[in-house]
């Protein structure tokens, strides 16, 4: 019986000890993602050039968002200030270009989109977009590919890490109605 209560405790002595941490196998992954995070800054710089190039050569004056999007306003509402915020109800219609103007999807193609504001999931393109205008505004957005279809595309038309261009028309807003 005292050999196996030593038994015992020797075993348990053992396990108790300080293990060695496991170190993952993949060593190459810090690097994996140094090397996608340069691509990728690398692709903006890109996108953003070819955007720099499609504003001087248009008739229309854009500006430059927070988020790295372009925007110029082919009709501008001087007369209302009320832009969507979350939980506002919106209704829009738009079209998708490629930075060539050739039409990709038409306004025909997509419909009348009716949606609550960042409550709902669309691409991000359009979930800030749509938050810049007023209704009755049509506005044209350079959009970077990280805001559509990234490297996925959409498997149709737009094809992987493609900048775009869309012209949204605000058709309605209709605000939410906060409680006091």
Known sequence: MRLFL???????FVNCQQSEIR??????????????AIRNKNRFEIEQELFKKFAENSSLEFSIS???????????NEI?????????????SYKIED?????????????????FV??????????????IMKEDEVVVFLFPSY????????????GTNQPL????????????????
């Open 80 to 92: 209302n200030d009320i832009i969507p915020k979350k939980g506002d109800h919106v209704t829009f």
């Open 118 to 131: 960042d409550e709902e999931d669309l691409i991000p393109a359009i979930r800030r977009g749509i938050k």
């Open 66 to 76: 927070e988020f790295g999007f372009w925007y110029a306003y082919k009709t501008k």
């Open 23 to 36: 170190r993952p196998i993949n060593k190459n992954k810090k690097l994996f993602l140094k090397e996608s």
């Open 99 to 115: 930075l060539n103007n050739n039409l990709l999807y038409s306004e025909k193609d997509l419909g009348k989109v009716s949606f």
């Open 147 to 158: 805001l559509c279809f990234g490297y996925q595309g959409d498997g149709e038309k737009i």
């Open 6 to 12: 030593s038994t015992i405790c020797f075993f348990l």
């Open 165 to 180: 261009k869309f012209t949204i028309k605000l058709i309605k807003l209709k605000q939410k109605k906060y409680e006091s």
